[in-house]
């Protein structure tokens, strides 16, 4: 069966400092992949999605970059961490067309 | 690109009573349409999806209703209990998902 890891569970960075979230999905291969944040109490906001290894589409302009080295990886990243950056990052994956499944989350707070 | 917009923000019914989740999207390309339940600091989770070609579904007290030419779509939960309050999300896809902004749904007892 396929399970999707997230990691770090919570986080808790000072503005201005990198980031770096990392999901990495098993029991399948060439998923979509995605980026997705939620701001407290708000809706899912999508970041990144990715269709294959290298493939990268940025939904919101934004300090943060996405890449995916490896198939089933689907790295999160930021030079310079800003407050509004603080959320619930969720990744998640898909094939092609379908249900999408959520990751456990990394709840970021920056201070 | 697409835009769903969902339906009361916040909703509170009694146990026993249904709730009714009302999305609307602007992609007519959209071809899949999945709720997602989100209990408090806990992923989303699927409870039911539907597809274009299809105008109703359920699953025990749980049904979603699609109208393609009005491009909406709705959520309808019966006999209500406390275990279903939480955070519900609308989504439409024709690629990626693009989700609503989330309805609160409260049961009280």
Avoid: M
């Amino acid at each position: 069966s396929q399970t999707i890891h997230q990691w770090p569970a919570t986080l808790v960075q000072p503005v201005g400092s990198p980031l770096s979230l990392e999901c990495t999905v098993e029991g399948t291969s060439n998923p979509n992949l995605y980026w997705y944040r939620q701001a407290a109490g708000r809706g899912l906001q999508l970041l990144f999605y990715s269709v294959g290894i290298g493939q990268i589409s940025s939904e919101v302009p934004q300090n943060l970059s996405a890449s995916r080295p490896q198939d089933r990886q689907f790295i999160l990243s930021s030079k310079k961490l800003l407050l509004s950056d603080s959320g619930f990052y969720l990744c998640a994956w898909s094939l092609p067309v379908g249900e999408q499944f959520f990751g456990p989350g990394t709840r970021l707070t920056v201070l | 690109g697409e835009n769903v917009e969902q339906h009361p923000s916040t909703l509170s019914v009694q146990e026993g009573d249904s709730a009714v989740i009302k999305c609307t999207y602007s992609d007519s390309a959209s071809n899949y349409f999945p709720w997602y339940k989100q209990e408090l600091g806990k992923r989303p989770q699927l409870i039911i999806d539907i597809r274009s070609n299809v105008g109703e579904k359920k699953d025990q007290r749980i049904a979603v209703t699609l109208n393609k030419t009005a491009k909406h779509f709705s959520l309808h939960i019966t006999e209500t209990q406390p275990e279903d309050s939480a955070v519900y999300f609308c989504a439409a896809s024709g690629y990626a998902l693009n989700f609503g902004k989330g309805t609160s749904l409260l049961v009280t007892p």
